[in-house]
Protein backbone atom coordinates (compact mmCIF):
# COMPACT_ATOMS: atom_id res chain seq x y z
CA UNK A 1 0.00 0.00 0.00
CA UNK A 2 1.19 3.57 -0.61
CA UNK A 3 0.34 6.10 2.54
CA UNK A 4 0.12 9.80 1.69
CA UNK A 5 0.36 12.46 4.16
CA UNK A 6 -1.08 16.07 3.96
CA UNK A 7 -1.74 17.58 7.62
CA UNK A 8 -3.93 15.21 9.37
CA UNK A 9 -5.19 13.12 6.59
CA UNK A 10 -3.95 10.02 5.45
CA UNK A 11 -4.77 8.19 2.02
CA UNK A 12 -3.79 5.20 0.66
CA UNK A 13 -3.49 4.32 -2.96
CA UNK A 14 -3.68 0.38 -3.44
CA UNK A 15 -1.74 -1.39 -5.71
CA UNK A 16 -1.98 -4.83 -7.54
CA UNK A 17 -0.26 -6.29 -4.75
CA UNK A 18 -2.41 -6.59 -2.06
CA UNK A 19 0.53 -6.28 0.43
CA UNK A 20 -0.55 -5.15 3.65
CA UNK A 21 -0.21 -1.38 4.75
CA UNK A 22 2.59 -0.10 6.41
CA UNK A 23 0.92 2.07 9.52
CA UNK A 24 4.51 2.88 10.36
CA UNK A 25 5.76 4.86 6.94
CA UNK A 26 2.39 6.92 7.79
CA UNK A 27 3.17 7.76 11.07
CA UNK A 28 6.92 8.11 10.79
CA UNK A 29 5.69 11.24 8.30
CA UNK A 30 3.21 12.55 10.50
CA UNK A 31 6.14 13.21 13.11
CA UNK A 32 5.24 10.07 15.17
CA UNK A 33 8.50 8.48 15.88
CA UNK A 34 7.82 6.08 18.51
CA UNK A 35 5.60 3.05 17.17
CA UNK A 36 6.52 0.50 19.20
CA UNK A 37 2.69 -0.53 20.76
CA UNK A 38 0.59 -0.80 17.66
CA UNK A 39 -1.87 -2.85 17.34
CA UNK A 40 -4.30 -3.19 14.39
CA UNK A 41 -7.05 -5.39 13.22
CA UNK A 42 -7.16 -6.87 9.42
CA UNK A 43 -10.04 -8.34 8.19
CA UNK A 44 -11.48 -9.48 4.45
CA UNK A 45 -13.14 -6.56 2.65
CA UNK A 46 -14.92 -5.47 -0.44
CA UNK A 47 -12.30 -4.96 -3.56
CA UNK A 48 -12.42 -1.08 -4.20
CA UNK A 49 -9.53 0.83 -4.18
CA UNK A 50 -9.52 3.69 -1.74
CA UNK A 51 -9.01 4.52 1.89
CA UNK A 52 -8.89 7.32 4.12
CA UNK A 53 -7.94 8.11 7.76
CA UNK A 54 -7.24 10.73 10.27
CA UNK A 55 -3.96 11.12 12.68
CA UNK A 56 -4.00 13.18 15.30
CA UNK A 57 -1.35 13.47 18.11
CA UNK A 58 -0.98 15.16 21.65
CA UNK A 59 2.49 15.39 23.18
CA UNK A 60 2.33 15.77 27.26
CA UNK A 61 6.03 16.24 29.02
CA UNK A 62 6.02 12.13 29.43
CA UNK A 63 3.62 10.76 27.16
CA UNK A 64 2.60 10.71 23.42
CA UNK A 65 -1.47 10.26 23.10
CA UNK A 66 -1.63 9.48 19.76
CA UNK A 67 -5.20 8.79 17.81
CA UNK A 68 -5.34 6.94 14.49
CA UNK A 69 -8.09 5.41 12.70
CA UNK A 70 -8.05 4.02 9.35
CA UNK A 71 -10.64 2.32 7.56
CA UNK A 72 -9.14 0.79 3.97
CA UNK A 73 -11.81 -0.57 1.35
CA UNK A 74 -10.16 -3.61 -1.11
CA UNK A 75 -9.08 -6.87 -0.81
CA UNK A 76 -7.94 -6.04 3.44
CA UNK A 77 -10.21 -3.83 5.40
CA UNK A 78 -7.63 -2.22 8.03
CA UNK A 79 -8.51 -0.80 11.00
CA UNK A 80 -6.03 0.37 13.29
CA UNK A 81 -6.24 2.18 16.14
CA UNK A 82 -3.40 3.57 18.99
CA UNK A 83 -3.89 5.24 21.82
CA UNK A 84 -1.93 6.30 24.74
CA UNK A 85 1.14 5.78 23.26
CA UNK A 86 3.91 6.31 26.30
CA UNK A 87 7.16 8.30 25.77
CA UNK A 88 9.72 6.01 27.49
CA UNK A 89 13.16 6.55 28.38
CA UNK A 90 15.16 3.07 27.85
CA UNK A 91 18.17 3.85 28.90
CA UNK A 92 19.75 0.12 29.45
CA UNK A 93 23.23 -0.36 28.55
CA UNK A 94 21.94 -3.00 26.69
CA UNK A 95 18.98 -3.55 24.83
CA UNK A 96 18.76 -0.33 23.46
CA UNK A 97 16.21 1.63 21.46
CA UNK A 98 15.79 0.45 18.10
CA UNK A 99 14.52 2.39 14.85
CA UNK A 100 11.29 1.83 13.64
CA UNK A 101 12.74 0.74 10.56
CA UNK A 102 14.56 -1.98 12.48
CA UNK A 103 11.39 -3.11 14.13
CA UNK A 104 9.55 -3.04 10.67
CA UNK A 105 12.38 -4.67 8.74
CA UNK A 106 11.09 -8.00 10.98
CA UNK A 107 7.52 -7.53 10.18
CA UNK A 108 7.65 -9.81 6.86
CA UNK A 109 6.79 -13.57 5.99
CA UNK A 110 8.55 -16.37 6.30
CA UNK A 111 11.71 -16.44 4.02
CA UNK A 112 13.36 -19.01 2.35
CA UNK A 113 16.91 -19.00 3.74
CA UNK A 114 18.22 -20.90 1.50
CA UNK A 115 16.62 -18.76 -1.26
CA UNK A 116 18.32 -16.39 -3.57
CA UNK A 117 16.20 -13.00 -1.49
CA UNK A 118 17.93 -14.74 1.97
CA UNK A 119 21.16 -14.91 -0.12
CA UNK A 120 21.10 -10.91 -1.02
CA UNK A 121 20.27 -10.07 2.75
CA UNK A 122 23.47 -12.07 3.69
CA UNK A 123 25.57 -10.31 1.07
CA UNK A 124 24.96 -6.80 2.09
CA UNK A 125 25.13 -7.96 6.37
CA UNK A 126 28.60 -9.46 5.65
CA UNK A 127 30.05 -5.95 3.88
CA UNK A 128 27.85 -4.22 6.20
CA UNK A 129 29.20 -5.62 9.19
CA UNK A 130 32.94 -5.48 7.64
CA UNK A 131 32.36 -1.88 8.07
CA UNK A 132 30.80 -1.96 11.69
CA UNK A 133 34.09 -3.81 12.58
CA UNK A 134 36.00 -1.29 10.41
CA UNK A 135 38.22 -4.12 8.85
CA UNK A 136 38.42 -6.04 5.63
CA UNK A 137 39.51 -9.65 7.45
CA UNK A 138 36.66 -12.61 7.49
CA UNK A 139 33.51 -11.83 9.35
CA UNK A 140 31.01 -14.32 11.49
CA UNK A 141 27.55 -13.03 12.06
CA UNK A 142 25.60 -16.35 14.31
CA UNK A 143 22.47 -17.12 15.63
CA UNK A 144 23.01 -16.40 19.36
CA UNK A 145 23.79 -13.66 21.78
CA UNK A 146 27.52 -11.94 22.16
CA UNK A 147 28.47 -14.76 24.31
CA UNK A 148 27.86 -17.26 21.50
CA UNK A 149 30.08 -15.21 19.88
CA UNK A 150 32.87 -15.58 21.93
CA UNK A 151 32.96 -18.97 22.87
CA UNK A 152 33.07 -19.18 19.03
CA UNK A 153 36.26 -17.46 18.98
CA UNK A 154 37.46 -18.87 21.78
CA UNK A 155 36.60 -22.95 21.07
CA UNK A 156 38.32 -21.99 17.16
CA UNK A 157 41.34 -20.47 18.37
CA UNK A 158 41.91 -22.23 22.20
CA UNK A 159 43.01 -25.94 23.00
CA UNK A 160 43.64 -27.17 26.56
CA UNK A 161 47.10 -26.72 27.65
CA UNK A 162 47.18 -23.08 25.85
CA UNK A 163 48.20 -20.53 28.54
CA UNK A 164 45.60 -17.48 28.33
CA UNK A 165 45.94 -14.47 30.24
CA UNK A 166 42.81 -13.28 31.13
CA UNK A 167 42.72 -9.43 32.20
CA UNK A 168 39.62 -9.17 34.51
CA UNK A 169 38.66 -6.21 36.16
CA UNK A 170 34.65 -6.21 36.36
CA UNK A 171 32.00 -8.73 35.70
CA UNK A 172 32.38 -9.51 31.91
CA UNK A 173 36.04 -9.83 31.76
CA UNK A 174 35.31 -12.29 34.65
CA UNK A 175 32.65 -14.18 32.27
CA UNK A 176 35.76 -13.98 29.99
CA UNK A 177 37.89 -15.79 32.14
CA UNK A 178 35.51 -18.39 33.41
CA UNK A 179 34.93 -19.50 29.48
CA UNK A 180 38.34 -19.50 29.06
CA UNK A 181 39.20 -21.82 31.20
CA UNK A 182 36.48 -24.37 29.81
CA UNK A 183 39.02 -24.52 26.33
CA UNK A 184 42.81 -23.95 27.50
CA UNK A 185 44.90 -23.45 30.70
CA UNK A 186 43.52 -19.97 31.86
CA UNK A 187 44.99 -17.19 34.44
CA UNK A 188 43.46 -14.26 35.70
CA UNK A 189 45.63 -11.19 36.31
CA UNK A 190 42.94 -9.12 38.11
CA UNK A 191 42.52 -5.03 38.70
CA UNK A 192 39.91 -3.35 41.25
CA UNK A 193 36.49 -3.16 39.63
CA UNK A 194 36.48 0.72 38.37
CA UNK A 195 40.73 0.76 37.62
CA UNK A 196 41.71 0.23 34.30
CA UNK A 197 43.63 -2.27 32.87
CA UNK A 198 47.44 -1.68 33.80
CA UNK A 199 49.23 -1.69 30.39
CA UNK A 200 52.72 -1.84 32.71
CA UNK A 201 51.42 -5.59 34.79
CA UNK A 202 50.34 -6.84 31.47
CA UNK A 203 53.84 -6.50 30.11
CA UNK A 204 55.23 -7.85 33.62
CA UNK A 205 53.05 -10.83 33.32
CA UNK A 206 54.38 -11.45 29.68
CA UNK A 207 57.72 -11.18 30.69
CA UNK A 208 57.86 -13.99 33.56
CA UNK A 209 55.48 -16.55 31.45
CA UNK A 210 54.83 -17.16 27.66
CA UNK A 211 51.39 -17.19 26.98
CA UNK A 212 49.89 -17.96 23.76
CA UNK A 213 46.61 -15.40 23.77
CA UNK A 214 45.57 -12.55 26.25
CA UNK A 215 41.98 -11.78 26.84
CA UNK A 216 40.72 -7.92 26.94
CA UNK A 217 37.02 -7.01 27.61
CA UNK A 218 37.43 -3.70 25.61
CA UNK A 219 34.38 -1.41 27.50
CA UNK A 220 33.38 -3.24 31.12
CA UNK A 221 29.93 -2.30 31.01
CA UNK A 222 29.14 -3.77 34.44
CA UNK A 223 31.57 -0.78 35.77
CA UNK A 224 31.12 1.86 32.75
CA UNK A 225 35.01 1.65 32.02
CA UNK A 226 37.48 1.42 29.08
CA UNK A 227 40.26 -0.39 29.22
CA UNK A 228 43.29 1.05 26.99
CA UNK A 229 43.11 -1.24 24.04
CA UNK A 230 46.22 0.33 21.99
CA UNK A 231 48.69 0.07 25.16
CA UNK A 232 47.70 -3.18 25.57
CA UNK A 233 47.20 -4.43 22.19
CA UNK A 234 51.51 -3.22 21.26
CA UNK A 235 52.49 -5.17 24.32
CA UNK A 236 50.58 -8.44 22.86
CA UNK A 237 51.71 -7.78 19.68
CA UNK A 238 55.84 -7.58 20.99
CA UNK A 239 55.15 -10.68 23.06
CA UNK A 240 53.76 -12.14 19.47
CA UNK A 241 50.51 -13.68 21.36
CA UNK A 242 46.95 -13.72 19.72
CA UNK A 243 44.99 -10.47 21.28
CA UNK A 244 40.85 -11.57 21.90
CA UNK A 245 38.62 -8.84 22.61
CA UNK A 246 35.14 -8.65 24.06
CA UNK A 247 34.03 -5.82 21.87
CA UNK A 248 30.15 -6.00 22.78
CA UNK A 249 29.40 -2.75 24.08
CA UNK A 250 32.15 -0.77 22.22
CA UNK A 251 32.41 -1.75 18.15
CA UNK A 252 30.16 1.38 17.15
CA UNK A 253 30.18 3.46 20.14
CA UNK A 254 33.90 3.80 20.29
CA UNK A 255 37.09 4.31 17.97
CA UNK A 256 37.78 1.32 16.72
CA UNK A 257 40.90 0.33 14.64
CA UNK A 258 41.34 -3.20 14.99
CA UNK A 259 43.82 -3.63 11.89
CA UNK A 260 46.41 -0.79 12.79
CA UNK A 261 46.23 -2.38 16.45
CA UNK A 262 46.56 -6.01 15.50
CA UNK A 263 43.40 -7.26 17.44
CA UNK A 264 42.99 -11.06 16.49
CA UNK A 265 39.67 -11.41 17.53
CA UNK A 266 36.76 -8.69 18.10
CA UNK A 267 33.25 -10.16 19.09
CA UNK A 268 29.89 -7.41 18.97
CA UNK A 269 26.62 -8.23 20.48
CA UNK A 270 23.69 -6.73 18.13
CA UNK A 271 21.89 -5.23 20.79
CA UNK A 272 24.48 -2.87 22.11
CA UNK A 273 25.93 -0.38 20.02
CA UNK A 274 24.24 -1.43 16.40
CA UNK A 275 20.83 -0.89 17.74
CA UNK A 276 19.56 -4.11 16.28
CA UNK A 277 17.24 -6.60 18.65
CA UNK A 278 19.47 -8.73 21.24
CA UNK A 279 20.24 -12.47 19.74
CA UNK A 280 22.78 -12.17 17.18
CA UNK A 281 26.51 -12.03 17.78
CA UNK A 282 29.56 -11.47 15.29
CA UNK A 283 32.65 -11.89 14.89
CA UNK A 284 35.90 -10.63 13.43
CA UNK A 285 39.29 -11.90 13.18
CA UNK A 286 42.63 -11.17 11.93
CA UNK A 287 43.74 -12.93 8.65
CA UNK A 288 46.66 -14.73 10.79
CA UNK A 289 43.99 -15.84 13.24
CA UNK A 290 41.51 -17.48 10.32
CA UNK A 291 43.97 -19.77 9.23
CA UNK A 292 45.30 -20.69 13.24
CA UNK A 293 41.23 -21.65 13.51
CA UNK A 294 40.43 -25.39 14.51
CA UNK A 295 38.78 -26.61 11.36
CA UNK A 296 37.12 -29.37 14.03
CA UNK A 297 35.94 -27.57 16.95
CA UNK A 298 32.42 -26.40 18.51
CA UNK A 299 29.46 -28.18 15.88
CA UNK A 300 27.46 -25.07 16.16
CA UNK A 301 29.50 -22.63 16.76
CA UNK A 302 32.25 -23.75 14.61
CA UNK A 303 33.63 -19.85 13.60
CA UNK A 304 35.31 -21.48 10.72
CA UNK A 305 32.58 -23.32 9.03
CA UNK A 306 30.71 -19.32 10.21
CA UNK A 307 33.24 -17.58 8.17
CA UNK A 308 33.59 -19.50 5.04
CA UNK A 309 29.38 -20.39 4.98
CA UNK A 310 29.31 -16.20 5.11
CA UNK A 311 31.24 -15.76 2.62
CA UNK A 312 29.31 -17.85 0.09
CA UNK A 313 26.34 -16.15 1.22
CA UNK A 314 25.04 -18.86 3.35
CA UNK A 315 24.69 -20.12 7.02
CA UNK A 316 26.02 -23.56 7.92
CA UNK A 317 22.63 -24.06 10.14
CA UNK A 318 19.05 -22.36 10.15
CA UNK A 319 19.54 -18.80 11.18
CA UNK A 320 17.78 -16.52 13.19
CA UNK A 321 15.96 -14.59 9.63
CA UNK A 322 13.91 -12.15 11.41
CA UNK A 323 16.93 -11.25 13.49
CA UNK A 324 19.36 -11.10 10.67
CA UNK A 325 16.76 -8.57 8.24
CA UNK A 326 16.83 -6.49 11.38
CA UNK A 327 20.67 -6.61 12.14
CA UNK A 328 20.50 -5.36 8.10
CA UNK A 329 18.23 -2.61 8.53
CA UNK A 330 20.63 -1.18 11.83
CA UNK A 331 24.06 -1.62 9.70
CA UNK A 332 22.31 0.35 7.13
CA UNK A 333 21.41 2.83 9.41
CA UNK A 334 25.11 3.06 11.13
CA UNK A 335 26.13 3.66 7.47
CA UNK A 336 23.92 5.86 6.46
CA UNK A 337 24.94 8.29 9.93
CA UNK A 338 28.59 7.34 9.31
CA UNK A 339 30.65 5.48 11.73
CA UNK A 340 32.94 8.15 12.61
CA UNK A 341 29.44 10.31 13.30
CA UNK A 342 28.05 7.51 15.28
CA UNK A 343 31.30 7.12 17.07
CA UNK A 344 31.44 11.24 17.65
CA UNK A 345 28.23 11.84 18.88
CA UNK A 346 28.21 8.39 21.28
CA UNK A 347 30.93 10.67 22.31
CA UNK A 348 29.18 13.57 23.43
CA UNK A 349 26.41 11.89 24.56
CA UNK A 350 28.84 10.71 27.48
CA UNK A 351 30.12 13.94 28.00
CA UNK A 352 26.69 15.29 28.81
CA UNK A 353 25.82 12.35 30.94
CA UNK A 354 28.78 12.50 33.24
CA UNK A 355 27.68 17.22 33.10
CA UNK A 356 24.41 15.68 34.39
CA UNK A 357 26.25 13.36 37.19
CA UNK A 358 27.94 16.39 38.62
CA UNK A 359 25.18 18.81 38.22
CA UNK A 360 23.19 15.99 40.49
CA UNK A 361 25.87 16.10 43.13
CA UNK A 362 26.44 12.52 42.03
CA UNK A 363 30.03 10.44 41.39
CA UNK A 364 31.22 8.19 38.80
CA UNK A 365 31.74 5.02 39.84
CA UNK A 366 34.91 4.39 37.46
CA UNK A 367 38.13 6.23 36.86
CA UNK A 368 37.11 9.45 35.29
CA UNK A 369 40.07 9.16 33.27
CA UNK A 370 38.80 5.62 31.94
CA UNK A 371 34.78 6.30 31.98
CA UNK A 372 33.25 5.18 28.92
CA UNK A 373 31.57 6.45 26.32
CA UNK A 374 28.91 3.76 25.90
CA UNK A 375 27.81 3.63 29.57
CA UNK A 376 27.68 5.64 32.67
CA UNK A 377 28.28 4.19 35.87
CA UNK A 378 26.94 6.22 38.68
CA UNK A 379 27.22 5.76 42.76
CA UNK A 380 24.00 5.82 44.51
CA UNK A 381 24.45 8.65 47.47
CA UNK A 382 23.93 7.75 50.98
CA UNK A 383 20.02 6.69 51.62
CA UNK A 384 19.39 5.93 48.32
CA UNK A 385 18.10 2.42 48.08
CA UNK A 386 19.02 1.13 44.68
CA UNK A 387 15.56 -1.20 44.11
CA UNK A 388 13.36 1.80 45.24
CA UNK A 389 15.21 3.91 43.37
CA UNK A 390 14.68 2.03 40.06
CA UNK A 391 10.89 1.05 40.81
CA UNK A 392 10.03 4.47 40.86
CA UNK A 393 12.06 5.32 37.93
CA UNK A 394 10.25 3.23 35.84
CA UNK A 395 6.22 3.57 37.52
CA UNK A 396 6.35 7.23 37.69
CA UNK A 397 8.55 8.04 34.75
CA UNK A 398 8.49 5.45 32.26
CA UNK A 399 12.59 5.68 32.63
CA UNK A 400 14.50 2.04 32.67
CA UNK A 401 18.09 2.17 34.00
CA UNK A 402 20.39 -0.38 34.85
CA UNK A 403 21.24 -1.59 38.64
CA UNK A 404 24.94 -2.75 39.48
CA UNK A 405 26.08 -6.60 39.21
CA UNK A 406 27.70 -8.90 41.78
CA UNK A 407 29.76 -6.97 44.19
CA UNK A 408 28.39 -3.64 42.85
CA UNK A 409 24.44 -5.23 43.10
CA UNK A 410 22.57 -1.60 44.86
CA UNK A 411 25.56 0.28 44.87
CA UNK A 412 26.14 2.11 41.47
CA UNK A 413 23.37 2.12 38.52
CA UNK A 414 23.92 2.30 35.10
CA UNK A 415 22.99 4.50 31.86
CA UNK A 416 23.06 3.33 28.53
CA UNK A 417 23.42 6.17 25.97
CA UNK A 418 24.93 4.25 22.77
CA UNK A 419 23.07 3.10 19.23
CA UNK A 420 20.23 5.48 18.10
CA UNK A 421 19.77 7.20 21.77
CA UNK A 422 19.49 10.83 21.40
CA UNK A 423 20.33 13.81 23.53
CA UNK A 424 16.57 14.18 24.16
CA UNK A 425 16.38 10.63 25.26
CA UNK A 426 19.47 10.93 27.82
CA UNK A 427 17.64 14.46 29.21
CA UNK A 428 14.48 13.06 29.58
CA UNK A 429 16.06 10.20 31.65
CA UNK A 430 18.22 12.92 34.09
CA UNK A 431 14.66 14.86 34.51
CA UNK A 432 13.36 11.19 36.00
CA UNK A 433 16.63 10.87 38.14
CA UNK A 434 16.59 14.32 39.32
CA UNK A 435 12.85 14.05 40.35
CA UNK A 436 13.29 10.66 42.07
CA UNK A 437 16.62 11.40 44.05
CA UNK A 438 14.56 14.86 45.30
CA UNK A 439 11.55 12.47 46.53
CA UNK A 440 13.94 10.33 47.98
CA UNK A 441 15.42 12.77 50.49
CA UNK A 442 18.61 13.74 47.71
CA UNK A 443 19.57 17.51 47.60
CA UNK A 444 19.29 18.82 44.07
CA UNK A 445 18.66 21.73 42.03
CA UNK A 446 15.37 21.96 40.14
CA UNK A 447 16.35 21.50 36.17
CA UNK A 448 20.38 21.38 36.89
CA UNK A 449 21.30 17.99 35.53
CA UNK A 450 19.15 19.42 32.10
CA UNK A 451 20.91 22.91 32.56
CA UNK A 452 24.41 21.34 32.49
CA UNK A 453 24.32 18.65 29.83
CA UNK A 454 22.39 21.07 27.37
CA UNK A 455 25.96 23.32 27.52
CA UNK A 456 27.43 19.96 26.11
CA UNK A 457 25.00 18.65 23.05
Not at 92 to 119: S, T
Not at 261 to 283: E, F, M, R, T
Not at 318 to 325: G, I, N, Q, R
Not at 373 to 402: C, E, M, Q, W
Request: glycine share 8%.
Amino acid sequence: MIFSVSASRISIARPRMSNRPRLTDACRAANVFSLYNDCWDVRRGRDSGSCGGRIRVRRSASRSIVSIRIVLSGPWTFAAAMTDVPREAFLLPGPVKMHPRVIEAMAVPAMNHRGPEFKEVLAEVRTLTQYAFATHGPVAVLSGSGTAGLEAAVSGLLRKGDRVLNLVNGKFSERFHELCQVFSTSTALTFDWGTAVDPASVAAAMDSQDYRAVTLCWNETSTGLTNPIAEVAKIVKDHDALFLVDGITAVGGIENRMEAWGLDALIVGSQKCLAAPAGLSAVALSKRAYELLHPETSFYVNLKAHIDALAKEDTPFTPAVPLFLAFREALRLLKEEGLEHRIARTRTLAEAARAGVAALGLELFPDRRFASNTVTAIRYPPGIDDSKFRKILRADHRTIVAGGQAQLKGKIFRIGHMGICSIEDLQEGFRAIETTLAAMGHRVKAGAAVEAMAGRA
